[in-house]
């Protein structure tokens, strides 16, 4: 069965950093596509990244990248997202994702999905 379980969110400050984890079970992060999403309040899913191992692929959302960095452990089959800079409007639900496809920005080609962790940011 597969698992994703999403940890490290919680308050920060506008202007920090933070590691979101993805510890995941019943697959090999190296050999699927793995994600994050999140929901800002009152709005859609929407794709943060996206990291393939197998063939190097990555996806980042153009408003976002420089800020955030998706990485994987395979020793630890976990994936996280470090973002910084992180201001108000990142305030969300992150979510993680993993697909045996293509990496993607859209929420429904991923099969997997975690339960999703709040991350608020204060000014």
């Known amino acids: 069965e597969v698992q994703l379980v999403e940890s490290g969110g919680g308050l920060v400050q506008a202007g920090g950093s933070l590691k979101l984890s993805c510890a995941a079970s019943?697959?090999?992060?190296?050999?699927?596509?793995v994600g994050w999403f999140r929901r800002l309040p009152g709005k859609e899913r929407e794709a943060v990244a996206c990291?393939?191992?197998?063939?190097?692929?990555?996806y980042y959302a153009d408003s976002e990248e420089g800020r955030f960095t998706i990485s994987s452990d395979n020793a630890k089959n976990a994936v996280y997202l470090q973002v910084n800079g992180l201001n108000p409007e990142d305030t969300a639900d992150y979510f993680c994702?993993?697909?045996?496809?293509?990496?993607?920005?859209?929420?429904?080609?991923?099969?997997?999905w975690g339960q999703g962790i709040q991350v608020i940011v204060s000014s």
């Open positions: 019943g697959f090999r992060v190296g050999d699927y596509a």
């Open positions: 994702a993993a697909d045996p496809g293509l990496c993607s920005h859209y929420v429904t080609l991923f099969e997997f």
């Open positions: 990291f393939r191992r197998s063939d190097g692929s990555e």
